[in-house]
């Protein structure tokens, strides 16, 4: 079955600190990968999707980046954070070869910006 | 374009049916989906229902979908304490082809 793993699980970082955030998947190849971003327990924004290693796209502009080394992991970064960047992070995968786009989430990273 | 709407709030006492509801806009979608968020948690996926699909029961819950109106909706029997969460529901469309989702609705079940 497949797993999805997301470390740290909660991060206290100060104004303008770099930040690297890894989401890793297991049991499943070629995976979409997803970072999404929840502030204050809301709705959920899109903030980088990947379809393949090296291949990232960018919802939104921002402070932040993100990664693909490896085809099951997913990384988010940013070289100096700001405090809107607190927030709950999530990462999510869905399988490529499907119509649809069922997306399986992580348990998430919990980031306060002080 | 692409807006799912949902009200925020919702407060059921135990034993109750809980209904909680959706709206989109774009009438292009495939696939509609419901997850919830306990606190402090990633989401899990509920269940999902095809668009050429009117509902689809999964023990408690049941899941209708009006085409025509744009409403999907999810109803939770015997709401349970266990319930109480975040609903969040979503939308694929092949045009987006991504996943769009609401805004949540907070479930709260009281004793």
């Known amino acids: 079955s497949q797993t999805i793993h997301q470390w740290p699980a909660t991060l206290v970082q100060p104004v303008g600190s770099p930040l690297s955030l890894e989401c890793t998947v297991e049991g499943t190849s070629n995976p979409n990968l997803y970072w999404y971003r929840q502030a204050a327990g809301r709705g959920l924004q899109l903030l980088f999707y990947s379809v393949g290693i090296g291949q990232i796209s960018s919802e939104v502009p921002q402070n932040l980046s993100a990664s693909r080394p490896q085809d099951r992991q997913f990384i988010l970064s940013s070289k100096k954070l700001l405090l809107s960047d607190s927030g709950f992070y999530l990462c999510a995968w869905s399988d490529r070869d499907t119509f649809t786009d069922t997306q399986y989430f992580g348990p998430g990273t919990r980031l306060t910006v002080l | 374009g692409e807006d799912v709407e949902q009200s925020l709030f919702l407060s059921v006492r135990e034993g109750d049916s809980s209904v909680i509801n959706c709206t989109y806009t774009?009438?292009?979608?495939?696939?509609l989906y419901w997850y919830k968020q306990e606190p402090g948690a990633g989401l899990q996926l509920l269940t999902y229902?095809?668009?050429?699909?009117d509902m689809k029961q999964d023990q408690r819950l049941t899941v209708l979908l009006n085409k025509k109106d744009k409403h999907l909706s999810l109803r939770i029997a015997d709401t349970q304490t266990g319930d109480s969460a975040i609903y969040f529901c979503a939308e694929f469309t092949g045009t987006a082809s991504k996943l769009t989702f609401g805004t949540g609705t907070r479930l709260q079940v009281t004793l």
């Open positions: 774009d009438s292009s979608s495939t696939y």
């Open positions: 229902i095809f668009s050429n699909m």
